[in-house]
């Protein structure tokens, strides 16, 4: 299987904003440049609702969005999506007693399908500190592998930050660490050895 695909190196962001009673549908989409916006009607769908579906509907089209952004929006809502979403994370807010406290839940077994449960009411900044937790109980080893990525980009001075950012999307999307570095490692031996054919000075005949 082909991991590095060209919608998995370039990962685009979604802007959620509220719509109104006027649109033609409950959640209208358009692409903006490298980002999607989506309006929602409150009316007709929650926030919830309309992040939820618009990211199964671009995922249906191979497009991998890495970062929601909501504006418009309490800050520290749009702080716990945009921290939820760069784990590839849905977030819904849920009542009942199945939910006593933040929690992530894998519900199949595409990695994909992943959300972040937080109880109604609960306080958004303790979710928000909550969720690197809540997250490596759910994907332990994603997370290990996800600390040493952040631990390279330190390292790293900030070089190379885009191509750590996008190994850590494949991680997470595919759930196959070994095998997001073993086709990293091939694709850098490649470009070494076509580099160094085209330097290689040519020989007389």
């Given at each position: 299987m082909m991991i590095l695909t060209h919608e998995r190196l370039f990962p685009v962001s979604l802007h959620v904003r509220q719509g109104d009673a006027q649109q033609a549908k409950a959640v209208m989409l358009r692409r903006d440049g490298d980002r999607f916006i989506a309006a929602y009607d409150p009316q007709r769908a929650s926030l919830d609702t309309a992040a939820v579906l618009t990211r199964a509907l671009l995922s249906s089209e191979r497009i991998?969005?890495?970062?929601?952004?909501?504006?418009?929006?309490?800050?520290?809502?749009?702080?716990?999506?945009?921290?939820?979403?760069?784990?590839?994370?849905?977030?819904?807010f849920a009542s009942g007693p199945r939910v006593t406290e933040p929690a992530v839940r894998v519900l199949s077994q595409d990695p994909m399908q992943a959300t972040y449960f937080i109880p109604e009411d609960w306080d958004l900044s303790d979710a928000l500190d909550r969720l690197p937790a809540a997250f490596a109980d759910a994907r332990p080893e994603v997370a290990r592998h996800l600390k040493r990525i952040e631990q390279a980009k330190k390292d790293s001075g900030g070089k190379i930050d885009h191509a750590l950012d996008v190994i850590a999307v494949l991680v997470l999307e595919t759930d196959d660490p070994a095998g997001v570095w073993d086709e990293v490692l091939q694709l850098l031996h490649q470009v070494r050895a076509e580099r160094t054919t085209s330097t290689a000075p040519a020989t007389a005949a």
């Open positions: 991998t969005i890495s970062e929601v952004i909501l504006e418009g929006h309490d800050p520290d809502l749009t702080a716990l999506y945009r921290a939820a979403s760069k784990l590839l994370l849905d977030v819904e």
